[in-house]
């Protein structure tokens, strides 16, 4: 049978395997593995880098791009992927680069964009059984403006579904928790536990509720504009007292 010929054309024909052992360099279009089941591999120092299949190239090592590269349909990346260089970051590259590590400067190092401006945009977190589990998003709130979003839940099919937990919104910067709409810089739909002490400068009011205090010795204490205690009402053997920080007037009420 033949294994080799060379057309009319000057075009060279093998009709069998070709090994190659030193450098081959091809001016033009070449067509390999177009049969049926022809496929075509790369070997380095022995070892296969990379291998043409049915369903694609299958690249054993790594892979090095130098320009912009477009996937027009899915990529699967069974390992890590780095986006970036790591140079000049103090210790290097660290050895658990995670499943995406993304180097770079400023606030666009990593851009997540919709297709138009009336789509919301962000990223989802799944568990194992593909339910969905919490997400960041910018939501879409109409004329290139976006609330910023946070969600979590016990999973849902549909990210849809996952309650939102946290809103900033675009225009006031106002958070809220439990709340899509906050109508102050925080506003919390729900009980807020505070530990330590908390400084409001500005007037408190309390609506359609009560002030409790709990403590083995509660004490509230009104302070004058230098921070000095002007008068405290704490509880003491069953029963209240106002008193004036000089402690000599004292009213107590049974």
Same mark, same amino acid.
Not at 45 to 69: H, M, P, Q
Not at 76 to 99: F, H, K, M, R, Y
Not at 195 to 215: A, C, D, M, P
């Given at each position: 049978?033949? %294994?080799?010929?060379?057309?009319?054309?000057?075009?060279?024909?093998?009709? %069998?395997?070709?090994?190659?052992? %030193?450098?081959? +360099?091809?001016?033009?279009?070449?067509?390999?593995?177009?049969?049926?089941?022809?496929?075509?591999?790369?070997?380095?120092?022995?070892?296969?880098?990379?291998?043409?299949?049915?369903?694609?190239?299958?690249?054993?090592? $790594?892979?090095?791009?130098?320009?912009?590269?477009?996937?027009?349909?899915?990529?699967?990346?069974?390992?890590?992927?780095?986006?970036?260089?790591?140079?000049?970051?103090?210790?290097?590259?660290?050895? +658990?680069?995670?499943?995406?590590?993304?180097?770079? $400067?400023? %606030?666009?190092?990593?851009?997540?964009?919709?297709?138009?401006?009336?789509?919301?945009?962000?990223?989802?977190?799944?568990?194992?059984?593909?339910?969905?589990?919490?997400?960041?998003?910018?939501?879409?709130?109409?004329?290139?403006?976006?609330?910023?979003?946070?969600?979590?839940?016990?999973?849902?099919?549909?990210?849809?579904?996952?309650?939102?937990?946290?809103?900033?919104?675009?225009?006031?910067?106002?958070?809220?928790?439990?709340?899509?709409?906050?109508?102050?810089?925080?506003?919390?739909?729900?009980?807020?536990?505070?530990?330590?002490?908390?400084?409001?400068?500005?007037?408190?009011?309390?609506?359609?509720?009560?002030?409790?205090?709990?403590?083995?010795?509660?004490?509230?204490?009104?302070?004058?504009?230098?921070?000095?205690? +002007?008068?405290?009402?704490?509880?003491?053997?069953?029963?209240?007292?106002?008193?004036?920080?000089?402690?000599?007037? +004292?009213?107590?009420?049974?």
């Amino acid at each position: 049978a033949e %294994r080799f010929a060379i057309n009319s054309a000057g075009r060279v024909i093998v009709n %069998r395997d070709l090994d190659v052992d %030193r450098n081959l +360099d091809v001016v033009g279009i070449s067509t390999l593995g177009s049969g049926a089941s022809g496929s075509v591999k790369l070997f380095n120092a022995g070892t296969k880098r990379l291998e043409t299949t049915s369903t694609g190239v299958d690249i054993t090592d $790594n892979l090095k791009v130098t320009g912009i590269s477009t996937f027009k349909d899915n990529s699967i990346i069974e390992g890590s992927l780095t986006v970036g260089s790591a140079t000049g970051i103090t210790g290097g590259a660290p050895t +658990d680069q995670g499943n995406l590590a993304v180097y770079g $400067n400023g %606030r666009n190092s990593l851009i997540i964009q919709a297709g138009n401006n009336n789509q919301d945009r962000g990223m989802a977190f799944r568990n194992n059984g593909d339910y969905y589990v919490a997400y960041i998003s910018a939501i879409n709130m109409g004329s290139s403006n976006a609330d910023l979003s946070f969600g979590s839940g016990t999973g849902a099919a549909d990210v849809g579904n996952v309650t939102e937990r946290i809103r900033i919104k675009y225009d006031t910067g106002n958070v809220g928790i439990g709340s899509a709409i906050p109508k102050a810089k925080l506003d919390v739909n729900g009980s807020l536990n505070v530990s330590g002490i908390s400084t409001f400068n500005n007037n408190v009011k309390i609506l359609n509720g009560g002030l409790e205090i709990q403590s083995v010795a509660p004490t509230l204490i009104f302070n004058d504009t230098t921070g000095t205690p +002007d008068y405290k009402i704490r509880k003491q053997d069953g029963h209240f007292i106002i008193m004036e920080t000089t402690q000599t007037n +004292d009213t107590e009420y049974r």
